[in-house]
């Protein structure tokens, strides 16, 4: 298959009309580790939103992603904040996930130009290992190199390249589950900032759930300041 052919099958099984998951992230810097625990919720390709459970300081922070806008509401100040501009290339929470990876995370094809360059195989899984090259220079990762899986049509790895070439980040996809009889979806995820020396961030997923009955109200902006 080309590259096309390849992505069109991995947006048909990563692509859902709504899910709900509880999500466990853990920051493992050089002198501390942090671990969060979210409720997330998604519709479409598009909108999703989450909300902080643990740690009790951060409990009742929010974010809300709908389209190209992405918004987080404090709840120590009270206040709704816009991410944009400078701030969306900051690590959320500190860690090596920035606001700007979830804003791309669903524009792939739109963004990149494809190639298959090889076959490999990755943890014992076969896989088409593809380069994708930035459209343009507004794409926040100018060279990506994507391994997927032949079976399930999930990217296992992702290594994210500067225009002068230095890799920036590194991403790892594990723990593949079924959902159904063709959905497969990774509940590890592994992201290492190859810029920040000594730290990565792990994000587990549990009580994954496809094809939930969502209410539009969590898909607002009235959701986000709602104690």
């Given amino acids: 298959p080309n590259a096309k052919e390849i992505l069109d099958a991995m947006d048909a099984n990563m692509t859902f009309e709504s899910r709900t998951a509880t999500m466990t992230m853990t920051v493992e810097g050089r002198r501390r580790t942090r671990v969060y625990q979210m409720q997330s919720y998604g519709r479409g390709t598009t909108d999703s939103a989450l909300t902080y459970l643990k740690p009790t300081r951060d409990k009742g922070t929010k974010m809300l992603k709908l389209g190209n806008d992405l918004w987080i509401y404090m709840p120590s100040i009270d206040r709704t904040q ?4 400078h701030m969306l290339r900051k690590g959320m929470m500190g860690s090596d ?10 524009a792939l094809e739109d963004s990149y130009t494809s190639t298959v360059i090889g076959s490999e195989t990755l943890n014992g899984r076969a896989c088409w290992k593809l380069e994708m090259l930035a459209k343009d220079a507004t794409v926040s990762y100018p060279k990506r190199i994507t391994w997927i ?6 990217a296992l790895k992702q290594e994210l390249f500067a ?10 996809m594990t723990n593949i589950a079924s959902y159904g009889e063709r959905r497969h979806f990774p509940t590890k995820m592994v992201i290492q900032d190859q810029i ?27 959701w986000l300041e709602r104690k």
């Fill in 82 to 85: 816009k991410i944009s501009g």
């Fill in 196 to 222: 920040k020396k000594g730290s990565r961030t792990i994000i587990e997923f549990t009580d994954l759930t496809f094809g939930v009955d969502l209410p539009n109200e969590v898909f607002s902006k009235r």
């Fill in 163 to 172: 225009l002068s070439g230095m890799l920036l980040k590194t991403w790892t």
């Fill in 149 to 154: 899986d032949k079976e399930h049509f999930i």
């Fill in 97 to 106: 996930l920035s606001y700007e990876d979830m804003m791309a995370a669903d």
